[in-house]
């Protein structure tokens, strides 16, 4: 019984975590960004992929927040999930960007759309129209959970690839 009491604290306590995680990220990617300004030119495609993993980070940082809130209200009458739509959004910015030919070996990204593809933000969104348990909240605990631990994932994945990119740039402007 202690334990059920435990975990909307323990949930709680991980979001906020994830959270001056993310803001110390931010700053520090602002810092990177900065650095890579070489006489006014920037590295466009470090930038772009540093931008949209920025971004990425801040959705799954936001998502692991919502779980926690889910979790935490998963006895709450009336109470409805909240979700971190991102994916779907930068899906549909992609469909505007220029088809890959065939024989390419990446898709190219134009300016135009880079910019686009950088101002998506992630929303938090709830369905209000479905209902799991009696008292009127949808929350499944059971999916919550599955779903806070793929997100963790996602995470790691996310911030290994961008520390990876940062040891680069910075192997580059030392010389090493």
Do not use: W
Not at 5 to 29: A, N, S, Y
Request: glycine content about 6%.
């Amino acid at each position: 019984m202690l334990m059920f009491r435990l975990q909307p604290f323990i949930f709680r306590v991980v979001g906020v975590f994830l959270l001056t995680t993310d803001i110390k990220i931010r700053q520090f990617t602002t810092r990177m960004y900065n650095a890579c300004m070489l006489g006014g030119h920037m590295m466009t495609s470090d930038n772009l992929a540093l931008g949209l993993l920025q971004n990425a980070l801040t959705a799954s940082s936001l998502r692991q927040a919502a779980y926690s809130n889910n979790i935490a209200n998963a006895d709450t009458p009336g109470y409805k999930a909240q979700s971190v739509e991102f994916e779907s959004l930068f899906q549909n910015a992609m469909t505007t960007a220029p088809a890959a030919q065939l024989g390419q070996k990446s898709m190219p990204i134009s300016l135009n759309n880079s910019t686009a593809l950088l101002n998506i933000k992630p929303e938090v969104v709830s369905d209000p129209n479905t209902t799991v348990n009696n008292n009127g909240n949808n929350v499944d605990i059971a999916s919550q959970m599955a779903g806070m631990a793929e997100n963790q994932l996602r995470y790691n994945a996310l911030s290994q690839d961008m520390s990876i990119r940062f040891t680069r740039i910075e192997n580059v402007l030392t010389g090493v």
